[in-house]
């Protein structure tokens, strides 16, 4: 093996060992079983750890990521991660998880082509030209952020309406769908209140979104209506 790579197989042995002397046996018991609660789907960001940041050890959190965290319903890698999660594992929380400041999302913000991932992100070039004009009624410095946590709503939305997540509702199957985002300038998780247990909420807590953080002279004239 390459020398430039000794340094990590070195961290490697010093984590293990400071997880035995913490908890001995613990690699032994995580060995037998795979039984987490959380599913995480986030952004490939080397910046956004998923088991960092909410505390939790190998074993507790099932994850997966991709560039700008979307679910894709063409995307088997994705939906097979999520069945396995539901229907094997039984997970109770599905964590959609984006993060302010996301490349992928401010590289389809600004129509900046980079590559082949632009084919990826047409997804969100579509969410953007669908939501334009409520985006626009925030203030330009802020439109970056609003589009980060709409894409994560949408990807709750398209969480909830896999077959996998709809079936597991139909046989009384507790899963609950949760939108977050993170801001990697000071560390912290935002609850974005796109949560999600039945069909019966999707609507309701999708129309939710878009009445909260509004200018108020916008919410006003909206309500008025």
Same mark, same amino acid.
């Given at each position: 093996?390459?020398?430039?790579?000794?340094?990590?197989?070195?961290?490697?042995?010093?984590?293990?060992?400071?997880?035995?002397?913490?908890?001995?046996?613990?690699?032994?018991?995580?060995?037998?079983?795979?039984?987490?609660?959380?599913?995480?789907?986030?952004?490939?960001?080397?910046?956004?750890?998923?088991?960092?940041?909410?505390?939790?050890?190998?074993?507790?959190?099932?994850?997966?990521?991709?560039?700008?965290?979307?679910?894709?319903?063409?995307?088997?890698?994705?939906?097979?991660?999520?069945?396995?999660?539901?229907?094997?594992?039984?997970?109770?929380?599905?964590?959609?998880?984006?993060?302010?400041?996301?490349?992928?999302?401010?590289?389809?913000?600004?129509?900046?082509?980079?590559?082949?991932?632009?084919?990826?992100?047409?997804?969100? +070039?579509?969410?953007?030209?669908? +939501?334009?004009?409520?985006?626009?009624?925030?203030?330009?410095?802020?439109?970056?952020?609003?589009?980060?946590?709409?894409?994560?709503?949408?990807?709750?939305?398209?969480?909830?309406?896999?077959?996998?997540?709809?079936?597991?509702?139909?046989?009384?199957?507790?899963?609950?769908?949760?939108?977050?985002?993170?801001?990697?300038?000071?560390?912290?998780? +935002?609850?974005?209140?796109?949560?999600?247990?039945?069909?019966?909420?999707?609507?309701?807590?999708?129309?939710?979104?878009?009445?909260?953080?509004?200018?108020?002279?916008?919410?006003?004239?909206?309500?008025?209506?």
């Amino acid at each position: 093996m390459s020398d430039e790579l000794q340094h990590l197989l070195g961290n490697n042995r010093n984590w293990a060992d400071a997880i035995k002397a913490e908890q001995p046996g613990f690699f032994e018991t995580l060995a037998k079983q795979q039984t987490p609660e959380y599913m995480w789907i986030g952004c490939a960001d080397s910046r956004v750890p998923a088991n960092e940041l909410i505390g939790l050890l190998p074993g507790e959190v099932f994850v997966h990521r991709n560039v700008a965290n979307l679910i894709v319903h063409s995307d088997l890698n994705c939906l097979s991660t999520i069945q396995f999660a539901v229907d094997v594992l039984k997970v109770k929380h599905i964590i959609v998880c984006g993060h302010y400041g996301c490349g992928g999302v401010r590289a389809a913000y600004e129509d900046k082509r980079v590559g082949l991932v632009d084919n990826w992100l047409r997804h969100i +070039h579509d969410l953007r030209r669908v +939501h334009n004009r409520w985006l626009d009624k925030f203030d330009p410095e802020e439109r970056l952020d609003k589009l980060c946590e709409l894409n994560v709503v949408e990807q709750v939305v398209n969480a909830a309406q896999t077959t996998v997540v709809q079936d597991a509702w139909a046989r009384g199957q507790e899963v609950t769908v949760h939108g977050w985002s993170y801001r990697i300038s000071d560390g912290l998780l +935002h609850d974005l209140a796109m949560t999600v247990g039945s069909a019966e909420e999707l609507t309701d807590r999708y129309r939710d979104f878009f009445k909260r953080d509004l200018p108020v002279d916008v919410l006003n004239q909206s309500t008025k209506r």
